[in-house]
């Protein structure tokens, strides 16, 4: 199959649309895409169609990547030490990779991200000053709940293009999945979702004391390991975009409220715990929540003293 090339001139416009779509639903449970896709397109059938198809292709592992398309022979492609073997996931925040460290064999997980707005050398000072601060930062965190940072930097994506990019390496968790997918896939009952929910909660918590915010959580970067360990990745990443505000502590409790309250109506029906635990999450995902929940660290509290009644 031939690879898909970015095109030019009229079509340039529609490939944009098609890129933005794809971003906006690939980490969408599949039942859910088409009809996000009608509410985005309209009456556009054709364009709800080749975005689709796009989903089937990265699905597949074949010859596509959004973007750039320049990293896709296993094994082939290089960053700085780390040897890229198969593209592991398509995301909103560029592609996660399954690499190998050449130095000692390791495997590990790398997100690239395409610096797509950089059109100048002296633009990337404000993505890696940012970078370098983040790096330091990330090195300094220790906790079981949070993916060890294994290196972070700049380099070029793909060979031969004057795009810069920005990666992570991280520890790679095999056979780790979704926290959201896990607990629907094992019918866990509420109660255990709640644990595991508020082992990312702590995790989360202690990277906000050392001033790392997430700036991305979801149930796509909460892992749970096969020995049901939580991981969460992707700390750091949404930092070191240029020109965006930087993520709050707030943003990371809101996003943590709304996956409690997700969590709760998928999990078998357990009232003993379902209706006060919703409540608490409606009141943690509102901006202006109150002291008792101003925090991670204190909707963690709030979660286990529901625990405990």
């Not at 495997?107 to 370098?132: C, K």
């Not at 991280?170 to 056979?175: C, D, I, L, N, Y």
């Not at 943590?256 to 635990?277: C, H, K, N, Q, S």
């Amino acid at each position: 199959m031939e690879p898909r090339r970015e095109p030019g001139g009229a079509e340039q416009a529609r490939w944009k649309s098609l890129r933005v779509l794809f971003d906006e639903v690939v980490e969408l449970p599949r039942a859910e895409r088409r009809s996000a896709l009608e509410r985005a397109c309209g009456a556009d059938r054709g364009l709800i169609e080749e975005v689709l198809a796009l989903l089937q292709e990265a699905e597949r592992g074949d010859d596509f990547l959004v973007p750039p398309a320049g990293l896709r022979a296993p094994g082939a492609a290089h960053v700085g030490r780390f040897v890229l073997e198969r593209m592991l996931a398509p995301g909103r925040v560029g592609t996660v990779h399954l690499a190998r460290n050449v130095e000692d064999g390791r495997l590990l997980a790398l997100r690239i991200v395409a610096l797509e707005s950089v059109a100048r050398e002296e633009d990337l000072l404000e993505p890696v000053a940012r970078l370098r601060g983040s790096a330091r930062s990330l090195a300094a965190l220790d906790h079981p709940a949070l993916a060890r940072n294994v290196e972070s930097g700049l380099c070029a994506w793909p060979a031969g293009s004057d795009r810069s990019a920005l990666y992570f390496a991280t520890e790679f968790v095999p056979g780790a999945s979704p926290l959201d997918a896990y607990c629907r896939d094992h019918a866990l009952p509420s109660l255990r979702c709640v644990e595991l929910l508020l082992a990312a909660c702590d995790g989360i918590a202690h990277a906000h004391a050392a001033g790392v915010v997430h700036g991305a959580l979801s149930g796509a970067n909460v892992l749970v390991s096969v020995e049901e360990h939580v991981h969460v990745v992707d700390l750091g990443v949404r930092t070191v975009f240029p020109g965006e505000r930087p993520p709050s502590a707030v943003g990371d409790r809101i996003a943590l409220a709304e996956l409690l309250a997700d969590l709760l109506a998928r999990a078998p029906e357990d009232a003993r715990w379902r209706g006060p635990m919703r409540e608490l999450a409606r009141r943690a995902a509102d901006a202006d929540a109150g002291d008792e929940l101003a925090s991670v660290a204190s909707f963690a509290a709030s979660l286990r003293r529901e625990l405990d009644r």
